[in-house]
């Protein structure tokens, strides 16, 4: 592996040369995070395009795939070498590029509503390859309108294979999917769920079982059954742990 390689993440359209004219709204900002880190199942990274590296590595056995949070952190893209294959690092590239040519398109203003997800394998300390969707969402700009600093969100995917990229607008009921293959993007509406979907969901994630959920909600367990059905149906899963997690991962719950 050679600096070009992990210089290849960071695109020339990115470059952040100083930051000495972005002020003082950084200062303490890791706090928050590293506290929102110790209360959730997610590992969190936030990556720094000045220092073209990694600022803070959240302690989750999920991302670290057997390295501690000091080791990846020192790493920083060098981590993607080690351990995402070959194909699906070639796959980050294309999206890397394709992130930035969108986001080149969008006002400065509306910049940091914005967020990228996709899925890629990354390889563990058995050498078993796990496949992970991936948020990142920019948290500080430039006063030119370039991420500065930004924050990754890695939880496991409810897909089947690589790929899956989405971008987001905070607010707007539109996703933005990324052809691979035809190297374009499509404007589609997002997953809608009812208010009895959510109810469900949510009492899933908190480990109830579908007759608990019923006295929960009041209706009968057939009633649960039949929205359970109907959910899997509409988000393309088998089960009820991929739902909580498709529902998790594209920001409907």
Partial sequence: MSANDINSFFDS??????????????????????????????????????????EFVSDNALFLCGNTPEEVLQMGYAFYFKHVPESDLQMLLKINNAGFDFYEKIPVSERKEYSISY?????????????????LTPMFLT??????????????????????????????NKVYNYDLEMDTWKVTEQVSLSKREKEILQLSTRGLTINEIADAIFVSPD???????KLFEKLEVTNISEAIIFATNNMLI
């Fill in 13 to 54: 359209r990115n470059t952040v040369e100083a930051s000495s004219d972005l002020g003082d709204e950084t200062l303490h900002y890791l706090e928050p995070i590293k506290s929102f880190a110790r209360a959730t199942y997610t590992s969190i990274y936030v990556i720094d395009y000045e220092k073209q590296g990694f």
């Fill in 119 to 135: 899925d890629f394998h990354i390889k563990n300390q058995e050498g078993r390859l796990i496949l992970i969707n991936h948020k």
């Fill in 223 to 229: 009633t649960v059954k039949f929205h359970r059905r």
């Fill in 143 to 172: 006063k030119q309108g370039k991420i500065w600093k930004a924050v990754c969100i890695v939880s496991l995917s409810s897909g089947k294979e690589a790929g899956n990229v989405k971008i987001y607008k905070k607010g707007v």
